[in-house]
């Protein structure tokens, strides 16, 4: 009898393993049902560019950009159930818009400057996202459409001031001074 002691031991220790395995299963299906977001206040109010200004600053040959603005919209009409694959995939269309060249009227850095803001609040999503953290998901989610508006402004009033010659102003044109002809700290 003591021969089927070790067999009867080893049996018992698997089929305990077996109990615990699927109650643990049980676990992480209930947490990852558990992720539920508010429809954002600014994802209703998204900007949306004229035509005429699309047209007079060549928007929709910018295609990276096109990619991001209809990511962000599509975003916009979010399905909770998505939100990771939405989140994932616009931080990869970002960062190709950012590597990529702009075009000569928004190729600044207060343009790539409040891109990357967008972006950095994307990461944010995609964190909370990932940790199941509602109330900091839907706040990073209202940040994201905020900062998102705040870039489409920038871009528009970008556009504005390319338009406005510097001699209108009322401003004198610099001056160039040649160093070599006439030294900035001299007594000449």
């Not at 990869?92 to 967008?118: E, M, N, Q, W």
């Not at 995609?126 to 870039?151: C, G, R």
Request: proline share 4%; aromatic share 10%.
């Amino acid at each position: 009898m003591l021969r089927f002691l070790p067999i009867v031991l080893f049996l018992f220790c698997v089929i305990s393993c077996k109990e615990k395995k699927t109650s643990t299963q049980q676990i992480v299906e209930e947490v990852e049902d558990t992720l539920s977001i508010a429809t954002p206040d600014y994802s209703k109010q998204l900007i949306e560019f004229t035509d005429a200004f699309t047209e007079e600053n060549k928007i929709n040959e910018w295609t990276e950009f096109k990619k991001f603005k209809d990511a962000m919209e599509d975003m916009s009409q979010l399905n909770p159930a998505g939100i990771m694959t939405f989140v994932s995939e616009l931080d990869k269309i970002t960062s190709a818009l950012l590597k990529a060249s702009f075009p000569d009227t928004f190729d600044k850095l207060p343009i790539y400057g409040r891109v990357k803001v967008v972006q950095t609040q994307i990461i944010k999503c995609h964190f909370y996202a990932t940790n199941k953290q509602n109330e900091k998901l839907n706040q990073a989610l209202d940040e994201l459409y905020l900062e998102y508006n705040i870039l489409l402004k920038r871009m528009i009033s970008m556009a504005e001031e390319n338009k406005i010659p510097l001699d209108s102003l009322g401003i004198d044109l610099p001056t160039i001074q040649d160093s070599k002809i006439k030294p900035a700290f001299s007594k000449k």
